[in-house]
């Protein structure tokens, strides 16, 4: 019996030095609508890793991404380490033929008569430059109840009147049509005040009528009053760089704060600014998987928790949106960084790429914004980054990512690295680089308050 137990552990611990592990494609049948793609994943002990007969090359811990080219139809890839052997198949679909009636705009813009009146449905519905459901065409996000004149349809969107040579464009799934125009509107009334962290400005109105903020140069305006093609423009004074805001309706009147900037501690620069780190993804959402089938979520939230220690080190009050491996929707984090009056807000992610494009080739941390204010921010962050994890430049980027456009605060979203990388997503599992990561972030945020300070 012990000879038998031996000689099950020895064959099972050969088993073990022989294994390898494919990440993605995460199934053995799959379709790919792309040129090409790449396996990703992770040998052991130096094992040889062939595929189709072609060796595939490792980093020095086993991990792999090897692209391959897709044909037409199906492909067969067959993986061997000598002792055992996986297929994959993957079918690339077949060109569709496309008819000229296909590739013919049949639905061209339907212009009323005369306008259609109607009420938002839903807060923060996206008013849009052009009949376009995504990137960064947006012109507003209204709340629910404010009215709108539409003048014209086009596919799923309404056209919206702002002024006479002047539309926006909203989705009808936002739009509950009325019979009635609404009664004739103003700003009749408009107060000015302060307090110890906003400069407060109220519009008083008839009811709720579409506005846009702007931040260069900062104005906000109102359209559609007197019911005509009228707007109303102010544009409030900043007595300092601009460092968040928020403008919504209470009831009928319509209130903006503007942050004031604010004082930076002698010895812990960051005291009494509220900071909310948010650690991507979570729960059922496991984010991208690493080489090492690593989860994307559980990189975040160690780097998030180093984070928190770097920035508090530095005097900041910080919140995490989560502290543990749970569910958060998109709207919840951005819930809980206004209802934290969040100054800051880092959502800490790791990234990927789409099928066509080669994970070796691709490495870095990058941080996106959208809000044109959360730029320096995001610029600051990026230069300490690379400054003190030594890691690549991907670039600063323009977005339209949910959580860094609905806060109220200046909001980046940091891409650490890149999971699907095989040397990077050593780096990302070390503990020492997630520190020069949180430590690079801390101190992009300190020096973005004193570079924005002396200007």
């Known amino acids: 019996m012990k000879k038998i137990l031996i000689l099950t552990l020895f064959l099972s611990t050969i088993g073990c030095a022989n294994a390898f592990e494919i990440v993605y494609p995460q199934k053995t049948t799959t379709t790919i609508a792309a040129p090409s793609t790449f396996f990703i994943g992770h040998t052991t002990n130096g094992e040889t890793l062939k595929v189709n007969n072609s060796d595939i090359p490792t980093n020095e811990q086993g991990n792999f991404s090897y692209v391959v080219k897709l044909k037409d139809g199906e492909n067969i890839f067959t993986f061997d380490n000598g002792t055992e052997k996986t297929t994959y198949t993957i079918t690339k679909p077949l060109p569709q033929k496309i008819t000229p009636l296909e590739i013919t705009n049949t639905q061209a ?97 008839r009811h709720k009528v579409p506005y846009a903020i702007e931040e260069n140069p900062f104005k906000i305006t109102f359209y559609n009053l007197d019911n005509k093609t009228d707007i109303f423009t102010t544009r409030p004074e900043l007595k300092s760089k601009l460092v968040g805001y928020s403008g919504n309706y209470e009831g009928d009147k319509f209130v903006l704060k503007i942050r004031k900037f604010p004082k930076l501690g002698t010895f812990r620069p960051l005291k009494h600014i509220n900071i909310v780190i948010d650690p991507g993804h979570g729960g059922n959402e496991s984010g991208a998987i690493g080489c090492s089938g690593t989860k994307e979520k559980d990189i975040n939230l160690q780097i998030a928790k180093r984070l928190k220690k770097a920035l508090r080190h530095r005097g900041a009050t910080v919140f995490m949106t989560r502290g543990e491996d749970v569910d958060m929707s998109l709207t919840d984090r951005v819930k809980f960084a206004n209802d934290n009056n969040a100054t800051i807000f880092i959502s800490v992610h790791a990234n990927s790429l789409s099928d066509t494009q080669d994970p070796n080739k691709h490495s870095g941390t990058s941080a996106y914004y959208y809000y044109p204010e959360s730029k320096p921010l995001a610029e600051n962050i990026l230069a300490s980054v690379n400054k003190h994890a030594e890691n690549a430049n991907d670039g600063v980027h323009q977005e339209s990512f949910a959580v860094v456009r609905n806060t109220n605060a200046l909001s980046v979203l940091v891409e650490t690295g890149y999971m699907i990388n095989p040397d990077e997503i050593t780096k990302l599992e070390s503990s020492a680089f997630q520190k020069k990561i949180a430590t690079g972030i801390a101190e992009g945020v300190v020096q973005f308050f004193k570079s924005t300070d002396k200007k």
């Open 109 to 205: 813009l339907t212009e009323y008569d005369t306008p259609k009146y109607a009420t938002i449905k839903e807060d923060n519905s996206p008013l849009r430059s052009t009949p376009v459901d995504f990137g960064i065409n947006r012109l507003s996000h209204l709340q629910k109840g404010v009215n709108v004149i539409l003048t014209g349809e086009y596919e799923s969107f309404y056209r919206v009147k702002l002024t006479d040579t002047l539309y926006g464009w909203i989705d009808k799934k936002y739009i509950t049509l009325n019979s009635d125009a609404p009664e004739p509107c103003d700003v009749f009334d408009y107060q000015k005040s302060e307090n110890k962290e906003f400069d407060v400005y109220e519009f008083y109105l």
